[in-house]
Nanobody, 126 residues
Framework: QVQLVESGGGEVQAGGSLRLSCAASGRTISLNAMGWFRQAPGKEREFVAG????????NYADSVKGRFTISRDNAKNTVYLQMNNLKPEDTAVYHC???????????????????WGQGTQVTVSS
């Protein structure tokens, strides 16, 4: 089982940027598609962005397209989420996750992910 630890969250004003990191340990994630999800208070966890094992194929929620960029560095066993032009509605706890099956494309549903990090809080003030 892989351990995932997110970092880089914080509080920013609307229009600002943050870069989240997800460091994996315990095993390599280089064969797994990875994703970022977020959960705001009182709401269900929702898909934000995903990428395949190589990083060449990505998928984004409509709400973040053009503002967020997911990437990975397999040599560092780490996945990133660059968030630009942040909006108050982006406020949530952000979780990274590893897809259950190896060598797949990006996945958008929580059921397809087997390993989850504890999350990092992102707060965007207006």
């Amino acid at each position: 089982q892989v351990q995932l630890v997110e970092s880089g969250g914080g509080e920013v004003q609307a229009g600002g940027s943050l870069r989240l990191s997800c460091a994996a340990s315990g095993r390599t994630i280089s064969l797994n598609a990875m994703g970022w999800f977020r959960q705001a208070p009182g709401k269900e966890r929702e898909f934000v962005a995903g990428l395949n094992f190589s990083g060449r194929s990505t998928n984004y929620a409509d709400s973040v397209k053009g503002r967020f960029t997911i990437s990975r560095d397999n040599a560092k066993n780490t996945v990133y989420l660059q968030m630009n032009n942040l909006k108050p509605e982006d406020t949530a706890v952000y979780h990274c996750a590893a897809v259950r099956s190896p060598l797949t494309g990006p996945r958008t549903t929580t059921e397809e992910y087997a390993d989850w990090g504890q999350g990092t809080q992102v707060t965007v003030s207006s």
